[in-house]
């Protein structure tokens, strides 16, 4: 297990970085050629969500705020609970600054694929519309370019089981275990539509009022991202001499994973709006990346770098929820097939624990084991077999008679569980995030569920539906059983690769973007005037 986490770890860092150039290029020279449309045509933007341009007789089937609230329910979720969390316990603060840039230019090339995605969508016979990279890279680029639009959709349909399925369910999974010891875009948007502004509502105001209580350290967590995007702590996330590029590499990563632009999944979401004009539709969908990454992830890491960095807390666990690792492992796999397990006999002398790690929760234990009724350490030998059940080799004590203290600096979604508690000075900030967590999860979910759908539809047609539906089910149980880096790893390495294909397609079919966006905007000019 071990072997294939390591190897995970290579492909996904290997993506990332070949990802980040293409990536940020391409937003770069969207933003150029739409004239920084997201920051000129903002409140416009605005007004059609608003309602002010909704047509009940236009083709499609959701309208533009459902539509946003679709594709939100796909990206607003995980990725701003625990991504944040992960880019800074691996990238360090800094990564938060990287995040932000992708956000930026991920806003125009939002604007730009789901305009396509509009332009180019298919309007089905029972009057439902299909939409995304894989319809506007055949139609728009030419039935030549169809391989590459069947890559798009093989891609997708991937990806749906890691970034969409598993992730979501792993994360789920891992705040469970902390804490206690839907069908058709219609209704995939009526549910987001009223699901995904309550929960970004309670999230960001828990957010904002821990940011309130710790006002004096805003400007200095603000400063450390500013600081440490082009100056890197050294050893973050257990590595090292980082470099810049890690940091960087890590907040373009985990953006794409939270807002998901140039990714090509909001598209499909965004085809189904009911409009009949493209580039009214694109601006609606830039909104995405500045709600959800330049507003929720900020608060996030925000609330993280203000009261947790670098996410240590005391820890009081039973001996029986602790893992026995290998010296100098670095991260807790957190599964049974984990390779850097111990197993063998070690010795405690006066709670230190020699030769092994002590791990809990995908953090290293920096302390020692006490008796649970008094307060001398404990001296004595431990036995570790090979499935992780523990022993102690003394007459007086057994298992239940000791207790792990000790600093444990914390990962992921419980990073930011740990973070809201301790903002809000109570048991129920971590409550809080956990339910976060669940409804969040379960909205990606559905619309990730959509995607797929529709991605198998472009490939083989309605008969392939029901099939994938039930392989995406079966993937939701094994990314809660899987590990951390597993699970993420194949998440970022499934996102690369749709990515890819979509990135290409944008950059061809911009000029045409141009020229529809000069058009729509002249003729509002002249209604308006």
């Not at 309602?51 to 609230?69: E, K, M, N, R």
């Not at 089981?161 to 058709?184: L, P």
């Not at 967590?221 to 995007?229: D, N, Q, R, S």
């Not at 010795?347 to 020692?368: C, F, P, S, T, W």
Request: include cysteine; proline fraction near 3%; aromatic fraction near 12%.
């Amino acid at each position: 297990m071990q072997a294939l986490t390591d190897f995970i770890n290579e492909l996904s860092s290997f993506f990332g970085m070949i990802l980040i150039i293409p990536l940020i290029g391409t937003g770069v020279f969207l933003t150029l050629k739409m004239r920084f449309i997201q920051m000129r045509k903002l409140k416009h933007s605005w007004e059609i969500i608003r309602g002010v341009y909704d047509d009940p007789q236009d083709a499609g089937d959701i309208t533009h705020f459902q539509a946003l609230s679709a594709a939100l329910s796909a990206t607003i979720g995980i990725g701003n609970i625990a991504g944040v969390a992960t880019a800074i316990h691996y990238g360090g603060p800094g990564a938060l600054f990287w995040m932000w840039v992708t956000a930026f230019f991920g806003m125009c090339t939002k604007y730009v694929e789901c305009s396509l995605s509009q332009k180019y969508r298919n309007i089905n016979p029972d009057g439902s519309a299909s939409g995304g990279p894989m319809y506007y890279i055949e139609k728009g680029l030419g039935t030549g370019w169809k391989p590459l639009a069947v890559i798009f959709a093989v891609c997708a349909a991937l990806c749906s089981f890691g970034t969409g399925n598993m992730v979501q369910s792993f994360t789920v999974a891992d705040s469970f275990r902390t804490e206690f010891g839907i069908g058709g875009i219609k209704r995939i948007g009526q549910v987001a539509s009223k699901l995904v502004p309550f929960m970004s509502a309670l999230y960001i105001i828990a957010a904002v009022t821990i940011l309130v209580m710790h006002l004096p350290k805003v400007p200095e967590a603000i400063g450390m991202i500013f600081e440490h995007a082009f100056t890197p702590l050294a050893g973050v996330g257990g590595f090292a001499g980082a470099t810049m590029f890690y940091t960087l590499n890590w907040g373009v990563r985990r953006g794409l994973f939270s807002n998901e632009a140039g990714q090509g999944s909001a598209p499909i979401a965004h085809a189904a709006a009911k409009t009949g004009e493209p580039i009214r539709e694109g601006a609606v969908a830039m909104v995405g990346p500045l709600l959800d990454t330049l507003i929720i992830c900020t608060m996030t890491g925000l609330v993280i770098l203000t009261g947790a960095w670098n996410g240590k807390e005391m820890t009081n666990k039973p001996l029986s929820d602790i893992e026995i690792l290998q010296p100098g492992s670095e991260y807790v796999q957190n599964t049974e097939l984990d390779g850097e397990r111990y197993v063998g006999e070690f010795r405690v002398e006066y709670g230190v624990a020699k030769g092994v790690q002590l791990a809990a929760n995908h953090g290293l234990i920096d302390g020692g084991l006490i008796g649970e009724t008094q307060s001398d350490p404990f001296s004595g030998r431990v036995a570790v077999d090979s499935s992780g059940v523990i022993t102690i080799l003394e007459d007086e004590y057994t298992t239940a008679d000791l207790l792990v203290f000790g600093e444990m600096r914390q990962n992921g979604s419980l990073l930011t569980s740990f973070a809201f508690s301790k903002g809000l000075g109570g048991e129920w900030g971590s409550w809080l995030v956990t339910i976060g967590v669940f409804l969040f999860a379960i909205s990606t979910m559905i619309s990730w569920s959509y995607y797929g759908d529709r991605s198998v539809q472009y490939l083989w047609g309605d008969k392939a539906v029901l099939p994938y539906k039930c392989v995406y089910v079966l993937f939701n149980f094994l990314g809660s059983i899987l590990a951390l880096e597993v699970v993420w790893g194949l998440g970022d390495v499934a996102l690369s690769l749709m990515s890819f294909p979509n990135l290409l397609a944008l950059i061809i079919l911009a000029a045409k973007v141009a020229g529809w966006q000069k058009d729509y905007f002249s003729r509002e000019h002249k209604r308006f005037k």
